[in-house]
Structures are given as structure tokens and as C-alpha cells.
């Protein structure tokens, strides 16, 4: 957008037109040399050079376009460009992802369970604003994926990027819950979640759920459990990323649904089951409802003044035409 | 004050104009004899001549006007406060192969590494965010206040991060400025840990969008100017086309260079008091009220007298001075 | 060239035109004249004491009052000469302008005229009849003529030669010479020219200017049309600017003498840059010789 610091200015416009009229179309305008060449009421004589009147057009339309540019300056120009500036700090959110073998359980169509969390997630963080987001992935290990963070894209990048069974076959859910809670330790927020994404035992890591949970508790982190899936056995398949051999199989399936309820209810926050990807969708969205807090914004507006700009070209196109008509066409006025 | 006195070079444009109006003031004569009739010589020379001095002089303050706009002079002008709440400071870390050059101990990317964590202790409670660059940037820990993240992953920096060849100071920067994210008013400062070696890639929009984005920027300079061989992973140096050892300097006068610019600075890592000098140039930043000196420029007066002298200088050729040219 | 200077070489033709004379009025032009009678002499405006009879109407239409015509018998020859003063002849390139070589040309023929007492008159004319000079005798006649020509500020800025032509001819009745004095950058009047022909003798006096095939190699420059407004731009620079202006008015020079030929009518081009005396004298004698 552009603003004016003295609009006022732009009104010497308005000379133009008349200026225009008197320079190209008054009869009676000066700088022409009375000169006789038409035979009266019969014929004029019309040269046939149309090459230079095109040019001598192009030579005057710069110079009017010129001096428009330079009054537009001469307003006081400036871009203006507006940023929503958040007052308030956001709700720091961990994802924790189960990224077990299990997790490609089919019953989660048309992908699979692992693929719909992918989904969800997203569009959980799509809807949210100006709330820090990070990814910690756990299999055998769990590891920092993305550390809590205003930047979206790399979030959206690294969740992209996740594949099962990169960290092996196991769940260390007490180690996902862990790492991510070491992570938001330094921050800053008031309130901080963790959401855990799961549909296994806690089979894996050195750290068991509950004492994690209980780390988690003392740094005032809310943890909220989603189990996936549901109960017996379901096929399976998946591509191992080190072999990139395909798997197939059935599995029996089940988390446990104790330990999920118990880490929420230690870290005050919620058990949810996703039985099928739709309930997974209304499980992040209550949590989302959930977790909101009020936002107060300001508009920074800042603005960059682009008088020069338009000051250099202006005076380029008039030059151009002084130049053209003076030095290429000899002009004697 | 002149805000850019390059502008003044412009007066050179003069000499063309000047000498093109003299020229058509000889030529004009002899035309407007030949086609206007020796009859009336007398009263379309004096004319001519009134109309030619006025043009051609309107047309010469009017260039001199415009230029003087350009000059941008500027007067006393206004303080305006600047509200900030905390800094951003991203790392963006030269990971081309000479960083691995030991002329300083342990290694160039080493030091690098141990600086931005002995700055992330210092620096408690504000964001960081790492990025690496060789032929390309990459981004290995957006803006955050996990400065756990970034310490955690300073001792995997190294040339085998990703492949892409060269080092392109432009892609450090660039990747270093997209890091940053918008909504807040933090102040912004992006590190780079550069020897300077072999850079491709063009600065040419750097200072501009350095100076669009507002963000303040340190280049660190690693190694040392006399420089060191390369080693390869086996320990052998490193030999060019031609057979020749390859030996690795800092290119301190290239950095050096780039400072020049108000909001850039230039540091030595081997420098000991460097620690402290960057904590400085952040601390500055850091003042939560900066005090803005927003000298407004005169250009206007200038710009509205070219506008006035151009039109006048038409208004010249329009006239039909005494119903005769 | 001023008015002032004008005059005063016009002053001195008087001398040179007794040489024309011979050339121009005397011999066969004579024997050209009907025997005595009663003949319709010319028009002039009407007064009361006048018979309405006698109202020229065409005339009087024309020139907006009342004009009567008078008849007389002697049988003298007129030399009536049809200047076009538009504002086309107030160009040139030299130091004089087509419409000083005009009156230049037009005060010898009348000087020469009334040399030979014969009496001389005139109509000056734009895109309307600018003004009427009925044949008189007499040197006063001739230098009335010519101040009338100079001091002449025309209301119209074309040039309508027919309509001049066909005055002439309804009001001029009796045999004479009539020359037509224009620059001829005006509409064709070859029906009127045909008709005044019949009735009289016609020479058609082309004023020329070195500028009106060759332009001027110059810079760019606006030209304006004292008649029409019109504008171009002049560009001597361009051989094709200049070749397309000579190709132009040379062939319409070529036309209009053969049109003027190919209806007995005699044509004589004088430069603004000729001598107007030799011309004429050279003119003449050709035609003698003939």
C-alpha cells in the first residue's frame, strides 16, 4: 500500500492535462514556424515518417510520464507495510509421535495411523497462531525433531520428513515424554502441553512413563494422551527406511490404556481414544478448544518512503526525451 | 547533511546538457534562418534567443534541482523511540571444507561451535536459531528459546552435514535472514562464522536487505590471515590443479569490507576479548528502548522547484511569444 | 524587406516599366478590341441619383452593397490584375517574401499600363474578395494600388481564386488582360479560368519560392500552415523528408502547367529570388517573338 506524507502536493497533477492540451493540441501554441505547405482546400502535404513521429511520440510520452513521477514524489511516497505483532506469549506445544512399527497399523484408512496423526497434526498447528510448536519422535529412542518454535514451515517441513521405524522397533514412550519436557524447560511460557501420540506399550528407553510424567508435572507441563487405534488384530504394512524392505503382516493391537490415563492424570491434563482418523480429528480439536488463551495484537506499521525511486526514473525519462529530441533529432526548440 | 552524496556525480550529467544547448543554440540560428526567411531574420533571432536562454537555463536548474533532491540532504530531524522485547540471534556457520583448517586450535568449525555456545550460555531467555551453509544454506534450528537445541547440535557441525559444493556467503545470509520469523518486536542479529574462502554467490542486494529487514549483522571471522594447509580426512594436504598445496586464509579484508555498513560488524575469533565484544554489539541491541535519530530529508524543496523549472521550461516552447515562433 | 524599402524601389519601376511597354501592351493586344459602342464598362457602388436599372446584382451580393454598372464609350484596353494576398504569400525563405514579389510584379505591370495610358485595376483576394480597385488612369492609380496592396490586413486566411475570378468576370466587361498573381496553392478554378480566357487575356503569374521544392536541410522543427493551422514536423534532417516535399510540389507544378497549357492559358513562374524586371522583360519578349 502506498501512503502520501503531504497528498496535498499531488494536486499540481491536475496542471497536467491542461499542460498536455496547451503543449500537443493548441492551436495557437508557440515554438512552431509558420511555414506554407498544404495547397488551400485541396491537399496538405503529409510526410511519410512515421518512424520518427513514433519515436517523437514515445520522446514526449516519457517526458509527460516523467514529470508525473516526479510530482507523485514530490507528494512525499511511502510503502506501507503492516505486521501483526503479537503481545501476548503463546502456548508452547510439543508433539510427541509414536513412530513404532505399530503405527502402521491399516485400520486408520486410507492411509494408516501413522500417516492420519501426520495429518492431523498439521492441521492442528495450521489452526493455531503464534503458539510455539515443536516434534520429538520416539521409537526405540526418542529424539528432538523440532524444537518449540514459531517457525511453521520447518515444522510442517520435519513432520513431512518423519518415517516409521526410523528409530527402531520399540516404544520409549517415557523417553518421548521426557526429551520433550527437557526441551521446554527453558521456555518461557505460561502454559506449556505436551500431546503424545500413541497406540502401543511403553516397551522401551530408560525412563518409565510415570517418572517422566512426574518430571513433566514439576515443570507445570500439561500432558495430554491419545491412544490410536483400536483393539485386536489388524493388518500391517510398512517399508523399513534402513533395508527398504516392505512388511506385511497382521497385529494384535492395544495400547494401554492405563498408562495413558495415568500420565494425564499426573500431569493434570486428559486421555483420549482415536478409534478411526475421524475421531482422531475431534480428539486435537477439543484439545485445541482446550488449550486456547486470548491473544492481544498490534498492527506495527512501518513504512519505507520510495520517493527516490521514483525521483531517478523520472528524471531518466525526462533527460531521455531532452536527449532524443535535442541530440538524436536536432530539435531547434 | 547530504544522506548520499553519490548523488553529487550526477552533476556531470550537466556537461552533455550544457554542451547539447549551446550546440542547438548555433544549429537553431542557422536552421531557423534557412526555413523561416532572412526577411523576418531579425525578430526570429531575438525570439529565438529569448526562448532558447529561458529553456535551455530552466532545463539546467531543473537538472541541478533534481540532483540536489537526490542528494537527500537532511536537517536536525526527529528522535523516535523504538519499543523491543528481546533479541533474536540467529548462527549462520560457514561449513565449507576449509573450516576444518586447524590454524586455529582445534579447528575453525571447533572454535566456531564453541563460541555460539558459550553465547547461548550468556544469553538466557532469548531466541536462537541455527542455520549452516556451503553452495546452499540450510536451516538446522528455527528461531527458539530450546537453547538446548542448538548446544546440543554444535558438535555435529561439519563439512559432511549435506552435500553442495563452494561457499556462498549469500546463501548463509540468505538462509540466515529467512530464518527469522515475524510478529514480534524482537531485535534481530544474525551471527556468521565465515573464513571468507572461495565465496561465490553475489552480495549485490545484501546491504538492502539487510537494512529492509532491520537487522543487525556480525561476521565473525574464523582462522587466521597467514593461513594453513588443508588436510584431507587422511591427513595428506590438500593439492590443486596444478599440484600445489592448498593453503587456507582468512580473507579478513573481504569482511572487512562488508562492515563498512552501518548495522554490520566485523569481529576476529581469535581475538580474545571476542566473547565480550559480541555480547556488547547485542547488548546494544538489546536496550529495550532504542532511541532512533530519523533525520527527515529536504528533498522536497528541491523536488518542487525541478517541477516547477520543468514546467516552466514548457510553458517557454508553448508561449507564442509575438505571434512568431 | 520593410514596407519603406518597398515603396521605395517601387517608386523607381517607372522607369524600367516604359521598356515593358513594348513588350507587353503594345501590338496585337490592340487589334484584339471590337469597334466603338456603348460597352459595359465596370461597376462601382451605387449612389441615389443612379438608374436601379443598371444594379449589378451578382456583383452587389458579392461585395455585400450595392454596385451599379457604368458603361462608356471610348475603347481603352484595362489591365486587370487578380493578386492573391492569402496568407500563404506571406512566406519565404529569401529577403523578400512571396507577397513583396507580388506587389513588386503587380506595380511594374500596372506602371507599364499606365505608361501606355491604358487603365489598370485590381481585386486582391483571400478565401473572399479583400478588396476592389476599379481601373483608373494615372500614376496615383498606380501607387493607390499598390498602398492598398501593402497596408491590406486580410480578414480571410485561405485562398479562393475561383470566386475572385468569377467577380472578374461578371464585373469586368470590357476586353482585357487579366493576370492572375498567386502562388497557386489554392483549389483549381479551371472552369472560371476558362471562362475569363474566352472574354479576355489571361496569364497566370506563379510566385515561387527556392523553399517550395527544396527544404531546408535542418533539425527537427514544428511547422505550422498560415492557412490552415495544420502541423507537421519539419525533419530537413531525412533525405526521404526532403525527397517526398520536392516530389510533392513538383508535381504539382508540373500539373498546373500543363492544366493551364492545355486551356490557353500562358504561364509565368518568378522566383522571390529572380530579378521581377528581367523576368518580365524575357517573358514578353518570348511572347512577341511568337
Redesign the interface.
Given at each position: 500500500m502506498i501512503t502520501f506524507d503531504?497528498p496535498g502536493?499531488l494536486l499540481?497533477i491536475a496542471?497536467l492535462p491542461p499542460?498536455i492540451f496547451?503543449?500537443h493540441f493548441?492551436?495557437?501554441?508557440?515554438?512552431?514556424?509558420?511555414?506554407?505547405?498544404?495547397?488551400?482546400?485541396?491537399?496538405?502535404?503529409?510526410?511519410?515518417?512515421y518512424l520518427?513521429?513514433i519515436i517523437?511520440f514515445a520522446g514526449s510520452c516519457s517526458l509527460w510520464f516523467g514529470?508525473l513521477l516526479?510530482?507523485i514524489?514530490?507528494a512525499?511516497p511511502s510503502l506501507v507495510t503492516k505486521?501483526?505483532?503479537?503481545m501476548t506469549r503463546g502456548i508452547d506445544i510439543m508433539f510427541v509421535l509414536d513412530q513404532s512399527p505399530s503405527m502402521a497399523g491399516k485400520d486408520f484408512l486410507p492411509g494408516n495411523r501413522f500417516e492420519s496423526a501426520k495429518n492431523v497434526i498439521a492441521s492442528f498447528v495450521e489452526g493455531r497462531e503464534?503458539d510455539?510448536v515443536?516434534l520429538v519422535g520416539f521409537g526405540k529412542y526418542a529424539v528432538?525433531r523440532?524444537?518449540?518454535?514459531?517457525?511453521y514451515d520447518?515444522?510442517f517441513n520435519q513432520l513431512d520428513s518423519l518415517k516409521l521405524m526410523e528409530l527402531g522397533n520399540g516404544s520409549a514412550m517415557g523417553m518421548g515424554i521426557a526429551v520433550a519436557s527437557?526441551?521446554?524447560?527453558?521456555?518461557?511460557a505460561r502454559e506449556k502441553i505436551i500431546i503424545l501420540l500413541t497406540d502401543g506399550d511403553s516397551n522401551a528407553g530408560e525412563i518409565i512413563p510415570e517418572s517422566a510424567a512426574h518430571i513433566a508435572a514439576s515443570m507445570g507441563i500439561k500432558i495430554y494422551t491419545v491412544g490410536l487405534g483400536s483393539v485386536g488384530e489388524i493388518p500391517l504394512e510398512f517399508t523399513d527406511p534402513e533395508t527398504g524392505k516392505i512388511y506385511r503382516g497382521m497385529y494384535e493391537s492395544g495400547y494401554n490404556e492405563a498408562i495413558l490415563k495415568e500420565i494425564a492424570e499426573i500431569t493434570d491434563g486428559k486421555f483420549f481414544q482415536a478409534l478411526s482418523p475421524g475421531a482422531l480429528d475431534t480428539v486435537l480439536s477439543s484439545i485445541d478448544s482446550i488449550e486456547r488463551i486470548e491473544k492481544r495484537t498490534r498492527l506495527?506499521i512501518k513504512t519505507?518512503?520510495v520517493?527516490?525511486e521514483l525521483?531517478?526514473i523520472?528524471?531518466i525519462l525526462?533527460?531521455f526525451d531532452?536527449?532524443l529530441?535535442?541530440?538524436i533529432?536536432?530539435?531547434?526548440? | 547533511m547530504a544522506e548520499r552524496p553519490d548523488s553529487f556525480y550526477l552533476f556531470l550529467i550537466l556537461i552533455p546538457v550544457v554542451y547539447i544547448s549551446l550546440k542547438r543554440y548555433v544549429r537553431g540560428k542557422r536552421d531557423l534562418n534557412a526555413i523561416g526567411g532572412k526577411w523576418r531574420s531579425r525578430l526570429l533571432m531575438d525570439v529565438f534567443f529569448v526562448k532558447w536562454f529561458f529553456s535551455s537555463l530552466l532545463f539546467v536548474l531543473f537538472s541541478v534541482s533534481v540532483i540536489l533532491a537526490l542528494v537527500e540532504f537532511s536537517g536536525s530531524g526527529r528522535k523516535m523511540v523504538e519499543p523491543s522485547s528481546g533479541v533474536d540471534i540467529v548462527f549462520s556457520v560457514d561449513i565449507s571444507r576449509s573450516m576444518t583448517a586447524s590454524d586455529i586450535s582445534p579447528s575453525r568449525l571447533q572454535r566456531s561451535g564453541d563460541l555460539i555456545s558459550a553465547l547461548v550460555e550468556n544469553l538466557t531467555g532469548e531466541r536462537f536459531g541455527l542455520t549452516v551453509f556451503k553452495g546452499e544454506g540450510m536451516k538446522i534450528i528455527p528461531i527458539t528459546e530450546d537453547s538446548l537445541a542448538v548446544s546440543s547440535v554444535l558438535p555435529y557441525l561439519s563439512p559432511d552435514m549435506f552435500t553442495s559444493s563452494g561457499s556462498s556467503l549469500e546463501a548463509g545470509i540468505t538462509t540466515g535472514i529467512n530464518s527469522f520469523t515475524q510478529g514480534e518486536e524482537r531485535k534481530r542479529i544474525l551471527i556468521i562464522f565465515t573464513d571468507g574462502e572461495s565465496l561465490s554467490g553475489t552480495l549485490f542486494s545484501l546491504s538492502e536487505n539487510i537494512v529492509e529487514n532491520d537487522i543487525t549483522v556480525i561476521f565473525i571471522g574464523t582462522g587466521t590471515v597467514d593461513g594453513i594447509e588443508l588436510l584431507t580426512a587422511g591427513g595428506a594436504p590438500v593439492l590443486d590443479k596444478q599440484g600445489e598445496i592448498v593453503i587456507s586464509r582468512l580473507n579478513r579484508l573481504l569482511l572487512q569490507g562488508l562492515a563498512a555498513q552501518d548495522s554490520i560488524y566485523y569481529l576476529d575469533i581469535s581475538d580474545s576479548a571476542v566473547l565480550s565484544d559480541v555480547l556488547e554489539v547485542i547488548d546494544r541491541q538489546m536496550e529495550s528502548l532504542v532511541v532512533r535519530d530519523l533525520r527527515e530529508s529536504k528533498y522536497r524543496i528541491f523536488l518542487s522547484a525541478a517541477v516547477l523549472f520543468i514546467i516552466l521550461y514548457i510553458v517557454v516552447r508553448i508561449f507564442p511569444w509575438k505571434n512568431t515562433f | 524587406m520593410n514596407n519603406i524599402d518597398l515603396f521605395s524601389r517601387i517608386k523607381n519601376l517607372p522607369l524600367v516599366s516604359s521598356r515593358l511597354v513594348d513588350g507587353f501592351l503594345a501590338g496585337n493586344y490592340r487589334s484584339l478590341f471590337k469597334g466603338p459602342g456603348l460597352e459595359f464598362d465596370e461597376v462601382r457602388e451605387y449612389s441615389e441619383s443612379d438608374d436601379s436599372r443598371f444594379i449589378d446584382w451578382n456583383v452587389s451580393s458579392r461585395l455585400g452593397m450595392p454596385y451599379t454598372k457604368t458603361f462608356r464609350e471610348e475603347r481603352e484596353l484595362v489591365l486587370f490584375l487578380i493578386v492573391d494576398v492569402s496568407a500563404s504569400l506571406r512566406t519565404g525563405t529569401g529577403k523578400v517574401r512571396k507577397k513583396d514579389a507580388a506587389a513588386i510584379l503587380s506595380s511594374l505591370l500596372a506602371f507599364s499600363a499606365v505608361h501606355n495610358n491604358d487603365r489598370v485595376g485590381a481585386v486582391f483576394f483571400t478565401d473572399r474578395i479583400e478588396k476592389w480597385v476599379p481601373p483608373r488612369k494615372g500614376k496615383k492609380q498606380v501607387f493607390r494600388l499598390v498602398e492598398d496592396m501593402m497596408d491590406l490586413d486580410p480578414s480571410g486566411k485561405g485562398s479562393d481564386l475561383g470566386s475572385a475570378i468569377k467577380t472578374v468576370y461578371e464585373s469586368l466587361s470590357r476586353r482585357g488582360i487579366c493576370v492572375v498573381i498567386s502562388d497557386f496553392r489554392v483549389p483549381p478554378a479551371w472552369r472560371e479560368l476558362v471562362l475569363l480566357g474566352k472574354k479576355h487575356d489571361v496569364i497566370a503569374l506563379k510566385i515561387t519560392d527556392p523553399s517550395d521544392f527544396n527544404f531546408p536541410v535542418s533539425g527537427l522543427i514544428e511547422l505550422t500552415d498560415p492557412e490552415t493551422g495544420a502541423t507537421i514536423y519539419g525533419s530537413g534532417r531525412f533525405r526521404k523528408f526532403r525527397r517526398e516535399y520536392r516530389e510533392f510540389w513538383e508535381t504539382n507544378d508540373i500539373f498546373w502547367k500543363r492544366e493551364c497549357l492545355r486551356r490557353g492559358i500562358r504561364t509565368l513562374s518568378i522566383s522571390t529570388e529572380d530579378d521581377p524586371v528581367k523576368e518580365l522583360l524575357s517573358f514578353f519578349s518570348s511572347r512577341r517573338r511568337r
Open positions: 503531504y502536493a499540481i496542471i499542460l496547451l503543449r493548441w492551436n495557437r501554441r508557440g515554438g512552431r514556424l509558420s511555414f506554407s505547405f498544404t495547397i488551400w482546400n485541396k491537399e496538405v502535404f503529409r510526410p511519410t515518417i520518427t513521429r517523437l514529470l516526479l510530482i514524489a514530490n512525499g505486521e501483526k505483532i503479537y503464534h510455539p515443536g528432538l523440532v524444537p518449540p518454535g514459531l517457525d520447518h515444522f527437557l526441551h521446554l524447560d527453558r521456555s518461557s506495527n519505507r518512503p520517493h527516490r525521483i531517478i523520472g528524471f525526462i533527460l531532452f536527449f529530441k535535442k541530440w533529432f536536432r530539435e531547434v526548440l | - | -
